[in-house]
């Protein structure tokens, strides 16, 4: 009989890698994709998207979109409370995008796909005090069974999407502040 644990560890690692590719996202690298063309931000927006943020250009979209991620991904290393409310304005970045029309098909199924991801992860965040450390619940089997991280193992829009956003929102890059 097989160990469950090899699975786990594929599972834990792909969720591992999905946070950091999304960790390197900055509003300054919007402007460097060398394969999207979205307009560069000429001002620095807020980490924090607002509902209104569809009313922007392009441009501040892009920049919007970006600076929610790399707020997500940075609320990982914080409370619940706090990657919930990035979660939300991640949310509320996407959502802003779609419908996506720039970008491939499986980018765009992809993306829907990604906002439909932020619903489920708030929700799943909602259940806990917010002032418990995310890394307390990172490996709750709410997360690590949940539909979101089903899509970031098996979905290839939803990977398509993923690697669209490293490239668009420049990870990688160096230039970003957020790499290491």
Excluded: H
């Excluded at 699975?7 to 060398?34: K, M």
């Excluded at 790399?70 to 509320?92: F, H, I, N, R």
Aim: glycine share 8%; aromatic share 4%.
């Amino acid at each position: 009989m097989t160990s469950p644990r090899p699975a786990r560890l594929a599972l834990l690692f792909s969720a591992a890698l999905i946070a950091a590719a999304l960790a390197g996202c900055s509003t300054s690298a919007v402007t460097d994709s060398p394969t999207s063309t979205p307009p560069s931000a000429s001002a620095t927006p807020t980490p924090t998207a607002t509902p209104d943020a569809s009313a922007g250009s392009g441009e501040d979209r892009y920049a919007t979109f970006c600076a929610a991620n790399g707020a997500a991904s940075a609320a990982k290393a914080g409370t619940v409370g706090e990657d919930l409310e990035a979660v939300k304005a991640q949310g509320v970045a996407i959502r802003a995008l779609l419908p996506m029309t720039d970008v491939s098909s499986e980018i765009a199924a992809g993306a829907e796909v990604f906002a439909i991801s932020t619903d489920e992860t708030a929700g799943i965040l909602a259940q806990f005090p917010a002032d418990t450390l995310v890394s307390d619940v990172g490996l709750d089997p709410r997360f690590t069974q949940s539909q979101s991280m089903q899509s970031a193992m098996t979905d290839p829009n939803y990977q398509a999407f993923i690697a669209w956003t490293i490239e668009t929102c420049g990870l990688g890059s160096g230039e970003n502040g957020n790499n290491p």
